[in-house]
């Protein structure tokens, strides 16, 4: 595997550190709280406030802050002393304080309502150092058209789409162009999850309470959070990461993590067979008469396929129905099901019937689930994970990523003509994080020396059916962290808050507010059907 080390990262290399402790003394600071410029969507009232944190930790000769808003859903019956959990949503790159008002109602049943919910809209996003590489949304959409992360049916496509990475890149470097006017850091190098680690760790330091960590991330979140107690680990009070990215993945290898589609497929034909059983009122595509679940893959896999041969050139809105824009409709179906499935099976069934039937329905789903799935008009996600990765892992060529493109298109049979490309996101990227996470390094093995929570181990959390992060990535990393469980979800979609589970609520509850885990081992049934 070829080495990229350009001389114009040269610099940021130096500075990147793997620093135990924090170079700022905590600042003394208060938070205070007021009303938000944002309505509440809950039905309890929102307080909105902020912190300075240092704008770069790696340079202690700078006194430049930054300033991070903050949104607060108060516990319905607060403990005494207070014991607030903070929060990450994903992506990398979701809006924090927009999606904790939206479920705030649900995260205080789930917790048990005794804590004051918190998040912020980490780096990269919103008006924290917000993270794009264009000027506005079309101009995003023109670029992506034009250097697609295209649907890799052959190896033989890998150039072409490291090609598409690369233009890209040199778009987002364009865009943050080193200015010699001034002498702040560019934009990209300050939105690793380094960084962000350490911002958490300044909300807990100004919310004044114990000093210590409470917290819930989701996906990416979870990436998050294991960072932020290998980092900190006499910190930590209370985590639950939920919907697990494998961390040595995330950041020793191409692409978000190359394990995380390993339960794609079963959770494809697990959602296939629930509909067979569902049977015909309540599921369309069981009126099929299939005769198995495998049965009524193949239908409709046969139907995506019939794009390839055939694409279909659509008005109203303008588009072109293939092949992989049909797999990318069952894969966010997967990811997703909650409340969606119903609509998008009868549109399934109808166009077995008749292909051409209805095209415009198609696209309105497609443009539709990808509205709600989006994370906004910004590129953190690139930005951050792209900043975080290690130099041997930002390709220059089809050669240096080979290996991993091929092992995440192994991971899924059904979807990895379109999921493979996702491993070449990152080549040619110009920017490195200030501090770039290097831990998690190696497997973990029975020797691995563990990661010591201070008060309560880590809860990991994993649905059997998730198609983006496996059960597998939650045990693996609770190989990492001493005497952490792993809860698994007999269910549906992405993290615990896809589909409503009784169980889990009252483990939750119990851990936030004891500190006490399920038994090793464990498995909560969920209780919402998905037909
Ligand atoms: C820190 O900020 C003050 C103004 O707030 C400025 O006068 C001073 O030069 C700064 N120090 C450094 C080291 O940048
Ligand atoms: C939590 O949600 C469940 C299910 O929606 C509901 O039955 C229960 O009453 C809620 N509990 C509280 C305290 O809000
Ligand atoms: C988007 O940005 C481009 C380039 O700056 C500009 O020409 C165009 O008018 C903008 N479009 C919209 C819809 O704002
Ligand atoms: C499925 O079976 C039912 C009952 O035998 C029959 O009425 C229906 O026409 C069949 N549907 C298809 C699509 O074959
Ligand atoms: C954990 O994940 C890493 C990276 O995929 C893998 O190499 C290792 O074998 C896994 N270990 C266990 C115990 O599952
Ligand atoms: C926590 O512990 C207390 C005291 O043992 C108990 O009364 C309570 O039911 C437990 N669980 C929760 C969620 O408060």
């Given at each position: ?334 990811k997703y099901p909650s ?124 649905n059997?059916?998730d ?24 269910g549906f979609g992405h993290a615990?808050?896809a589909q ?32």
């Amino acid at each position: 595997m070829t080495l990229l080390r350009p001389l114009t990262v040269l610099c940021s290399l130096l500075a990147a550190t793997t620093l135990a402790k924090p170079l700022y003394k905590p600042r003394t600071q208060s938070i205070q709280w007021g009303p938000c410029d944002l309505p509440s969507l809950n039905t309890r009232p929102i307080e909105c406030g902020s912190i300075l944190v240092p704008l770069d930790y790696t340079n202690p000769f700078s006194n430049e802050t930054l300033k991070l808003a903050l949104i607060k859903s108060p516990a319905v019956v607060p403990l005494s002393p207070k014991k607030s959990i903070l929060f990450n949503f994903g992506g990398p790159g979701y809006e924090a304080m927009q999606t904790l008002n939206g479920i705030a109602d649900t995260l205080h049943n789930m917790t048990g309502g005794r804590h004051d919910l918190i998040a912020f809209d980490p780096r990269g996003t919103a008006n924290t150092l917000r993270f794009t590489c264009f000027a506005n949304q079309t101009e995003r959409t023109l670029a992506n058209a034009k250097y697609p992360l295209l649907a890799a049916s052959s190896e033989g496509d890998l150039t072409r789409i490291v090609a598409n990475s690369h233009a890209v890149s040199n778009l987002c470097a364009e865009a943050h162009a080193p200015n010699d006017l001034t002498t702040r850091p560019s934009i990209p190098t300050l939105i690793g999850t380094s960084f962000v680690a350490r911002d958490l760790m300044q909300v807990v330091d100004a919310l004044g309470e114990d000093g210590l960590l409470r917290f819930w991330g989701i996906s990416y979140g979870s990436l998050l959070g294991a960072t932020a107690a290998a980092m900190f680990p006499a910190r930590i009070s209370r985590l639950v990461l939920d919907g697990v990215v494998n961390a040595h993945n995330y950041y020793h290898h191409a692409g978000v993590d190359i394990t995380q589609l390993l339960s794609t497929d079963s959770a494809f034909r697990a959602i296939l067979a629930s509909c067979l059983s569902a049977g015909p009122s309540r599921c369309a595509l069981a009126s099929l008469n299939s005769t198995s679940a495998a049965d009524l893959e193949k239908t409709l896999l046969d139907l995506a396929e019939s794009f390839s041969r055939q694409p279909l050139v659509t008005s109203n809105p303008t588009g072109i129905i293939t092949k992989s824009l049909l797999l990318e409709l069952y894969f966010i179906i997967v990811k997703y099901p909650s409340g969606v499935i119903p609509t998008a099976f009868s549109l399934f069934y109808d166009l077995l019937q008749d292909r051409t039937d209805h095209p415009e329905r198609v696209n309105n789903l497609y443009n539709a689930l990808q509205g709600s799935v989006s994370t906004g008009d910004n590129d953190a996600l690139l930005g951050i994970l792209c900043a975080d990765k290690g130099y041997d892992k930002v390709a220059t060529s089809a050669d240096d990523i080979r290996e991993d493109f091929t092992a995440m298109r192994e991971t899924t049979a059904l979807f990895g003509d379109i999921a493979g490309a996702v491993v070449t996101m990152c080549a040619g990227w110009k920017f490195r994080a200030k501090e770039r996470f290097q831990g998690f390094a190696t497997d973990v093995t029975a020797t691995t020396k563990k990661i010591k929570t201070k008060e309560a181990a880590v809860l990991f959390v994993g649905n059997t059916y998730d198609p983006v992060t496996p059960v597998v990535s939650a045990k693996n990393m609770s190989g990492w962290f001493e005497g952490s469980v792993v809860l698994e979800r007999n269910g549906f979609g992405h993290a615990s808050i896809a589909q409503r589970s009784d169980c889990t609520t009252g483990i939750f509850r119990e851990y936030f507010v004891n500190g006490t885990l399920p038994r090793q081992g464990t498995v909560c049934e969920v209780d919402e059907s998905l037909f």
